[in-house]
């Protein structure tokens, strides 16, 4: 067996021992600071990161690395309490491991939620958006030998983020009265958050918000036939000046994505009740 496939298998098969036979219907990947989503999940399993083999560990600010398996919006869930990033040194294909792991879990579903920079000038702290699709500076992670058993050589991207997925949301966003953008993530490598004249310039091609993170895991879960869900939320407004006053920090990041994820949760949790 290809070892990329054994290590997916051998890191599913203990989740499995932990969980028991009810499989989860949607995977919920949480960013930096969205982690309190997770205290929502009812009869929850706690799955540390650390006891998973051949599983990497979180470390970036605001990633507790759990996994947590229970009950939320009447479906069961599998939620990553925290994600892994290329700018911590990982392979693309440990970054997306996950993925994989929960499709063989059977997920259908992946709601995936990120921090992100304001780019967008109309984009103010905490401000959710929807995705509705994305741009990319990170290597490919199907780059090599294609694992023929999780999907295609060449996937299809056309509609990476689920046209009814979004449609819903927009809907419960109405009704719930939570204020939703809709636009287009950049995503790259990191761990340095961007220049004035790089802010400039991928606004100038289409981007709505910055991040160093989602894209790798929405691809391989296109690949995997996964339907995607992805929200983003505006912790910094992107500095295109050169002045002082707005520097980026990450502690700052995590602290305007905790005053967000209330509203954040309530969707989603609304979200997979409509699954």
Do not use: W
Not at 134 to 144: A, K
């Amino acid at each position: 067996m290809d070892p990329r496939v054994q290590r997916i298998h051998t890191a599913a098969d203990y989740v499995l021992e932990r969980i028991g036979e009810q499989k989860p219907l949607v995977g919920i990947v949480l960013g930096s600071g969205l982690g309190k989503l997770a205290d929502q999940i009812e009869n929850p399993i706690v799955i540390p990161y650390k006891e998973i083999p051949e599983f990497p560990v979180s470390t970036a600010i605001g990633h507790k690395g759990n996994f947590i398996y229970g009950d939320m919006g009447g479906h069961k869930v599998i939620a990553m309490q925290g994600r892994f990033h290329y700018y911590e040194g990982y392979p693309m294909e440990l970054v997306t491991l996950c993925v994989r792991v929960m499709k063989v879990l059977g997920i259908k579903y992946l709601f995936v939620s990120n921090a992100a920079g304001g780019c967008n000038l109309d984009y103010h702290m905490g401000d959710l958006m929807i995705i509705k699709d994305h741009i990319s500076l990170f290597p490919n992670p199907l780059i090599g030998p294609n694992m023929d058993e999780f999907g295609p050589r060449f996937p299809d991207m056309t509609c990476a983020y689920d046209l009814e997925l979004i449609e819903k949301a927009e809907e419960l966003g109405l009704k719930m009265d939570v204020k939703l953008h809709k636009g287009v993530y950049f995503g790259s490598p990191g761990p340095t958050y961007e220049t004035p004249a790089e802010v400039r310039f991928y606004r100038t091609i289409g981007a709505d918000v910055l991040g160093m993170s989602t894209i790798p895991e929405v691809i391989v879960a296109r690949h995997c036939g996964i339907r995607v869900f992805g929200m983003s939320v505006v912790t910094n407004e992107a500095n295109t000046r050169n002045i002082p006053r707005n520097f980026n920090d990450g502690e700052d990041v995590i602290k305007q994505a905790d005053a967000a994820a209330d509203r954040m949760s309530a969707l989603f949790k609304a979200l997979i009740e409509t699954l």
